[in-house]
């Protein structure tokens, strides 16, 4: 049996749309069944429950830490060492409830909608959120403490061609989704937006940290999720 190497979770990334895929899958399942039995606040919260449970709230954690780190004025080094402080500031507390409000608004729409479109909605923003956040990898240095990096793997320079990887499930999610339930023009407008939030987050992580963090990939999964529901939600 050949033995770990700890690059492949460096390579790993290129894979992280179809993660979403999976996850938004899931949300999407528990979103059209709840909604056969409850009214669609309540399928909306169970879908965003099982979203979260399934990645442990991994990028939640991140949105918070996030912008208690950044919320703020103050140095690099205070940023990085708000955000290993596992307490929760009150820039992340609002940052972490006003997503979840809206998240959960959106899933409800989305709840009386047709079946179809709920389902390639939810695909969509998990899988093109995650390119989102594996260009912001790309495309920065890590910005942390290498040392003490949650993902140390994670925190060596990131190879161009995972992103391309990555940008070709997206493509393979976009084209399935146009033909089976989705406008194009919805779908594009869906690109605009992840990629929109991927390029501020990125402004916003070079200038205040010189690079990216796990936490700041949190921030921006959970932001573009949010941009992409809100372009498929007002444009179709």
């Not at 899931?26 to 399928?43: K, N, S, T």
């Not at 921030?219 to 372009?231: F, S, Y």
Request: hydrophobic share 60%; charged share 10%; net charge neutral.
């Amino acid at each position: 049996m050949q033995a770990f190497e700890p690059a492949w979770l460096n390579d790993c990334v290129r894979h992280f749309p179809l993660v979403g895929v999976l996850v938004g899958g899931v949300g999407a399942l528990v979103l059209i069944v709840a909604a056969q039995f409850w009214p669609p606040w309540v399928a909306a919260v169970l879908a965003l429950s099982s979203t979260i449970a399934l990645t442990g709230g991994f990028h939640e954690d991140g949105m918070a830490d996030t912008f208690d780190a950044l919320g703020g004025v103050v140095p690099r080094e205070k940023a990085l060492a708000i955000m290993k402080d596992s307490r929760l500031g009150s820039y992340g507390a609002l940052a972490l409830g006003l997503s979840l409000m809206l998240r959960a608004a959106l899933l409800a729409e989305l709840a009386m909608r047709p079946t179809a479109l709920a389902v390639s909605a939810l695909l969509a923003s998990h899988a093109f959120a995650r390119a989102a956040a594996v260009g912001v990898m790309v495309s920065l240095p890590y910005g942390g403490d290498v040392d003490h990096a949650k993902a140390k793997p994670l925190a060596l320079a990131v190879p161009p061609r995972n992103f391309l990887i990555a940008l070709a499930w997206c493509g393979l999610v976009f084209g399935t989704l146009a033909v089976w339930a989705q406008p194009l023009g919805p779908l594009l407008l869906s690109l605009v937006a992840a990629a929109a939030v991927a390029a501020l987050m990125r402004q916003w992580l070079m200038r205040r940290l010189g690079g990216y963090t796990g936490d700041g990939l949190g921030a921006t999964e959970q932001l573009a999720e949010i941009a992409v529901l809100l372009a498929l939600t007002a444009s179709l």
